[in-house]
């Protein structure tokens, strides 16, 4: 299966910035797009930001102006860049792998890591 690797979650002031990373491997061809998800306690694992094969983007509108995903397929890493952070981003982050099977979505997940903001 597709293996997914993240790093960079951490501890930041409100109105500071993070990079996750997730360095993906495994028959990355059959990968139809990256997606990071975010979880806080008690709360529902929700869609944050999504990047298709062809470079299409999209945003929960709660981080639309504020977080960036990009990729880099020389390196075989997805990116989610996390600018003026407030207390409410504060969830576990996992990266997601959609793949395309026979024309059917499947989904492959990192482990998480966690993003704390402090006010």
């Known amino acids: 299966q597709v293996r997914l690797v993240e790093s960079g979650g951490g501890l930041v002031q409100a109105g500071g910035s993070l990079r996750l990373s997730c360095a993906f491997s495994?028959?990355?061809?059959?990968?139809?797009?990256m997606a990071w998800y975010r979880q806080a306690p008690g709360k529902e694992r929700d869609l944050v930001a999504r990047i298709r094969s062809g470079s299409t983007m999209n945003y929960a509108d709660s981080v639309k102006g504020r977080f960036t995903i990009s990729r880099d397929n020389a390196k075989n890493t997805v990116y989610l860049q996390m600018n003026s952070l407030k207390p409410e981003d504060t969830a576990v982050y996992y990266c997601n792998a959609e793949i395309l099977v026979g024309g059917l979505v499947h989904n492959d997940w990192g482990q998480g890591t966690q993003v704390t903001v402090s006010s």
């Open positions: 495994g028959i990355i061809s059959v990968i139809n797009a």
